[in-house]
T-cell receptor, first 113, second 115 residues
């Protein structure tokens, strides 16, 4: 069975600092990996995804993530945090295209000025 | 890009009543849609898979007689919460695969509050 673990339910950074949100997964097959962002009382917005190919994936709003098979990780980073990045972030996995996603518990990102 | 809509966005109902939530794919067809539930400060949990033309598949622990799913067409799935109780208050989100690779599109969610 697949699962996702997000280390750190809450991450706080200063504006301009590096953002690092951790995600580890377990999957018996090559996974599809996703990062979503959710603002209060809103739906999910896809930040980026990994399916095949290049392991460093660039997404929207300056975010990127690197798929590391040996570490079963897909950590999300952004070089310089912005106040507007404050939100809830979810890592998700699926085992094939078109199937339901398994979500991690989420990480709340706070950005202070 | 593809869009998935949900209606209503917010609903408040009395305990014991039934509530219907619609999920529509606006510019693509979806033979499969997924329904998730998100309790406050928690993650999204898959409730069921809605299949056009056949019965929905429910996840373990989800009561199929309480959460009725009807996939009426290739663009519409409905979730009916029957005899709703306060513990059913949650954020319900649907998603649909785009049919093009791994992309899935999520609806904006429906906030259900049962008094």
């Amino acid at each position: 069975a697949q699962s996702v673990t997000q280390l750190g339910s809450h991450v706080s950074v200063s504006e301009g600092a590096l953002v690092l949100l951790r995600c580890n997964y377990s999957s018996s097959v090559p996974p599809y990996l996703f990062w979503y962002v959710q603002y209060p009382n809103q739906g999910l917005q896809l930040l980026l995804k990994y399916t095949t190919g290049a392991t460093l994936v660039k997404g929207i709003n300056g975010f990127e993530a690197e798929f590391k098979k040996s570490e079963t990780s897909f950590h999300l980073t952004k070089p310089s945090a912005h106040m507007s990045d404050a939100a809830e972030y979810f890592c998700a996995v699926s085992d094939q295209a078109g199937t339901a996603l398994i979500f991690g518990k989420g990480t709340t990102l706070s950005v202070s000025s | 890009g593809a869009v998935v809509s949900q209606h209503p966005s917010r609903v408040i109902c009395k305990s014991g009543t039934s509530v219907k939530i619609e999920c529509r794919s606006l510019d693509f067809q979806a033979t499969t849609m997924f329904w998730y539930r998100q309790f406050p400060k928690q993650s999204l949990m898959l409730m069921a898979t809605s299949n056009e033309g056949s019965k929905a598949t429910y996840e373990q622990g989800v009561e199929k007689d309480k959460f009725l799913i009807n996939h009426a067409s290739l663009t519409l799935s409905t979730l009916t919460v029957t005899s709703a109780h306060p513990e059913d208050s949650s954020f319900y989100i649907c998603s649909a695969p785009s049919g093009k690779g791994s992309e899935q599109f999520f609806g904006p969610g429906t906030r259900l509050t049962v008094l």
